[in-house]
């Protein structure tokens, strides 16, 4: 088992608020993995994760959220029921991280994978939401499993390459600031396509 240095567990905090706002339940469940495996020392605040019992709660969820990924228009209703879940999560664990830091440190950790969890979960909703108006399933298949592969990439790279992840995580924040305003003008253009047209009132005489 290697320990974990400062920087990694840096870059693990950032990981687990950014990739918590993405796909939270693999998060928990590829975390208490690698604890459960004995790959690496989860912090102490972390190591509940790595229990059976929430492995096996922590697994379904990947199955169940895998599947309901992938359907057209579910997946923006379960993004919208997961923006209350995803957000704080993503704080907690970031927090977890440090906890044992201090206050401090933990509150800090806490601010910062919550602001990652809420820009990669609006980046993520408003990407599927504009990607469900098209009539084949096909880009929004697209988008989950690339959505899969970039959270699990980004775990492995936060814990065996740390810098490489926070460099790769901070064109990830620019190109979704950059973006944010394309995203609010589309997902705008949509909403008042989908909007019923009011009748027009007749002229008074």
Not at 63 to 87: C, G, M, N, Q, Y
Not at 112 to 141: C, D, F
Request: hydrophobic share 55%; aromatic share 8%.
């Amino acid at each position: 088992m290697q320990s974990l240095d400062t920087l990694q567990l840096i870059s693990l905090a950032a990981a687990l608020g950014w990739a918590s706002g993405i796909r939270l339940y693999v998060v928990l469940f590829v975390v208490g993995l690698v604890g459960y495996m004995g790959w690496y020392p989860l912090p102490s605040h972390l190591a509940l994760l790595a229990h059976p019992t929430v492995l096996i709660a922590s697994g379904a969820m990947v199955a169940v959220e895998f599947v309901a990924d992938k359907v057209p228009w579910f997946d923006s209703l379960w993004d919208s029921v997961h923006t209350f879940i995803r957000i704080p999560a993503g704080a907690a664990l970031a927090a977890g991280v440090f906890g044992d830091a201090g206050a401090a440190s933990a509150m800090a950790a806490a601010i910062v994978g919550g602001t990652l969890a809420a820009g990669s979960h609006v980046a993520k909703a408003g990407t599927r939401a504009i990607a469900n108006t098209s009539p084949e399933p096909l880009s929004n298949w697209g988008l989950s499993f690339g959505e899969d592969g970039l959270v699990l990439g980004g775990l492995v790279l936060a814990l065996t390459q740390p810098w490489i992840f926070l460099g790769l995580l901070l064109v990830l924040i620019c190109l979704a600031i950059w973006l944010a305003p394309k995203l609010w003008r589309a997902a705008r253009a949509v909403l008042k396509r989908l909007a019923p047209s009011r009748p027009r009132m007749p002229a008074s005489q």
